[in-house]
Nanobody, 116 residues
Framework: QVHFVESGGGLVQPGGSLRLSCAASGFTFSSYAMSWHRQAPGKERELVATITSLGGTTRYADSVKGRFTISRDNRGNTLYLQMNILKPEDTAVYYC?????????WGQGTQVTVSA
């Protein structure tokens, strides 16, 4: 059974940093690309970043390029999102996810609030 536990969210001032973690279980983590999405109040869920199974390739939404870094630890079955120079518009619930042949699985989400 695929399961994610996300952590690391919180309240931070503009310009600050946070590091999100997503501990995965129930599937062969190192065999799958992973993603972070986010959903702000009243908006659709959007893709933030993706990383290939071995971490060799990453992609980012234009809105976070140069500020966010996605990474993974395949030994520890954990996905990360380092977020720097945070802006109020980064406020959202952040979700990790994996797309498999059986469907797409999501974590429960972690709230990130950027506010002075």
């Amino acid at each position: 059974q695929v399961h994610f536990v996300e952590s690391g969210g919180g309240l931070v001032q503009p310009g600050g940093s946070l590091r999100l973690s997503c501990a995965a279980s129930g599937f062969t983590f190192s065999s799958y690309a992973m993603s972070w999405h986010r959903q702000a109040p009243g908006k659709e869920r959007e893709l933030v970043a993706t990383i290939t199974s071995l971490g060799g390739t990453t992609r980012y939404a234009d809105s976070v390029k140069g500020r966010f870094t996605i990474s993974r630890d395949n030994r520890g079955n954990t996905l990360y999102l380092q977020m720097n120079i945070l802006k109020p518009e980064d406020t959202a619930v952040y979700y990790c996810s994996v797309e498999t042949l059986r469907g797409t699985y999501w974590g429960q989400g972690t709230q990130v609030t950027v506010s002075a």
